[in-house]
């Protein structure tokens, strides 16, 4: 099927890319797609968005970075697809693939322009996903029974309740005459009213009010800041906890200003994250920040591994979300439990990998098993996923296996190295371990520096190999897992797991990445005393995850912004 107007919701979209601008000329059609973020409202003192001092129950030097326009990530506009047209359509959805900036899909979300070919990629699956639309999804958006293609009166039913939908918020008389004209010039080419609307459909979303998270804000009472609409704000929440596009219950909620203070914020958070939406979108993130996602294309070398298949690094990955699900959902536990934990989910690969007797006694499903002790495995950084993805293509790597937890764990900076500096470990017969070779590279000054805040950390972790075998033995020499992690010294997973979970780094770095993802930016100094109380309202909720990520939507940092620059 043709669709008349593609070409010219393409452009709307090349023209968008550009440039942003116009806050308070917003509702009026898709130059209304600016973004915004702002906070409203108030609470009670023990919870984070009650920090006080400014007229909007903000601390007085609380300063949110500029409004943003940020995209829909890939997944949430395939769960806003299945969510609006149906299975079908999901499945044939082709967004554009994400791309990551500082690790987080969403801050490059809110950084990066759309390219021609993006503009086409939506057009694209626009028209296909319109095709393959539910019919009876379509149809539940007028009571009416067109009497042929030019049912005005019905198309403009349906362009106002599927609009509603499409866009999260009522559309204007504009727009609801705009697209009813494109729907009936479409019927009429077609000679068939299901034809307009599925025009209507196809070039719905290619609006920018569909691809982006419209938060444009309101003035809020405190200068230099914007609060969210209770639209906004319902939109943010839904993609934050549920990854996709908010039903009409929440709309509904929405504009009868049910999301007006930080307590009605939280009600809703809490009962989103009861969904099986909530669930799986826990596990996409965590499959970002900690990598998962790219265990399918790790490289390893066959004759080295030839126990890494493709089924055993998608198991890899399966294990992790397993043992995430277990703390967050069914334990409603601590959540750095997951660095230090002495049990995990197998399947028959996973146990063979992991040396428990009979494994084939565990099939294809997942079992929850005690881990052994002599393996002093345990926690996160003891599976094989991990293991496997901070390895080389034949070797473990100690550097990568430390960077990763000083980086993504502690959220700590780790210096450049130096120009020109010589990254090849020294090779030889009188180097038999990765211990004996890391502490000759480290003699080196120009490597010593970054080195030394890595290394002895991924050294207590070379008793598992590049797939997280456990072994005692290198190339014929024992090996020395003795470690250090800021003074805490270790051996194994399990203990490094404990120092872990002990850490000061650990909380503060759990919420900022659940923040960068939520808001689409990196933080910056001026939201450092609301993200301080986020901190200890982590702590004194036992850190538990589902709390955090409630009192994190209640925030001054997660419903307001700054103004546009």
Not at 25 to 33: F, H, L, M, N, T
Not at 451 to 475: A, S, V, W
């Amino acid at each position: 099927m043709q669709h008349v107007r593609g070409p010219i919701a393409s452009a709307i979209l090349t023209l968008l890319a550009g440039c942003y601008s116009g806050l308070d000329g917003r509702a009026s059609g898709d130059d209304a797609a600016s973004a915004g973020t702002g906070e409203g409202g108030s609470a009670t003192e023990a919870t984070a968005g009650d920090s006080g001092g400014g007229d909007d129950g903000v601390a007085v030097d609380f300063e949110p970075p500029p409004v943003r326009l940020r995209l829909l990530l890939a997944r949430q506009y395939t769960h806003a697809i299945r969510d609006l047209l149906g299975d079908a359509a999901a499945a044939a959805a082709t967004p554009p693939t994400d791309a990551a900036i500082n690790g987080f899909d969403a801050v490059a979300a809110s950084q990066l322009a759309l390219t021609d070919a993006k503009v086409q990629a939506y057009e694209a699956s626009a028209r296909t996903v319109s095709e393959l639309a539910d019919a009876g999804k379509l149809a539940g958006h007028h009571t009416c029974v067109a009497t042929g293609p030019a049912d005005e009166a019905c198309l403009r039913e349906f362009v106002a309740s599927f609009g509603r939908l499409a866009f999260r918020r009522t559309l204007t008389a504009v727009e609801i005459d705009d697209y009813t004209a494109a729907g009936l010039a479409a019927a009429a080419v077609y000679d068939d009213f299901e034809y307009g609307k599925r025009d209507v459909v196809a070039t719905m979303l290619q609006s920018p009010n569909f691809l982006y998270q419209v938060e444009v804000g309101e003035p809020a009472d405190t200068g230099g800041m914007r609060r969210l609409t209770s639209l906004e704000l319902a939109t943010r929440l839904s993609f934050y906890l549920r990854d996709t596009t908010p039903d009409a219950e929440l709309l509904d909620l929405a504009e009868a200003d049910g999301l007006a203070d930080a307590a009605a914020v939280r009600e809703v958070a809490a009962a989103m994250l009861e969904t099986e939406e909530a669930h799986q979108a826990l596990s996409d993130f965590a499959s970002e920040v900690y990598r998962l996602r790219e265990l399918p294309t790790t490289p390893k070398d066959p004759t080295v591994f030839p126990a890494f298949t493709p089924s055993l690094a998608a198991a890899m990955a399966s294990e992790t979300l397993a043992v995430l699900g277990e703390i967050v959902w069914t334990q409603d536990g601590d959540v750095r439990d997951l660095f230090d934990t002495d049990y995990t989910f197998v399947n028959a690969e996973l146990a063979a990998l992991y040396q428990l007797p009979n494994p084939e006694q565990y099939g294809e499903g997942f079992t929850k098993v005690t881990l052994p002790p002599e393996q002093l495995r345990g926690g996160l950084l003891g599976q094989a996923g991990m293991l496997s993805l901070l390895g080389h293509v034949t070797t473990t790597s100690p550097t990568y296996r430390g960077k990763f937890v000083r980086q993504q764990l502690l959220c700590q900076t780790i210096p450049a190295p130096p120009v020109n500096v010589d990254t090849q470990l020294p090779e030889g017969a009188e180097w038999r371990t990765m211990r004996e070779k890391l502490e000759a590279h480290m003699s080196d000054p120009g490597c010593a520096g970054c080195h030394k805040m890595m290394d002895p950390i991924g050294l207590g972790l070379e008793n598992y190999d590049g797939i997280g075998q456990f072994r005692t033995t290198e190339n014929g020499a024992t090996i020395d897992a003795s470690a250090d992690l800021d003074g805490t010294t270790f051996a194994g997973a399990k203990q490094l797991g404990a120092a872990l979970k002990q850490h000061p780094d650990l909380p503060p770095c759990l919420m900022h990445n659940l923040f960068r993802h939520a808001t689409g930016h990196i933080e910056v100094p001026g939201e450092a005393s609301e993200l301080d109380e986020l901190v200890v309202a982590f702590e004194d909720g036992g850190y538990n995850l589902k709390s955090l990520m409630v009192e994190m939507v209640a925030s001054p940092a997660f419903r307001m912004v700054g103004d546009a620059e």
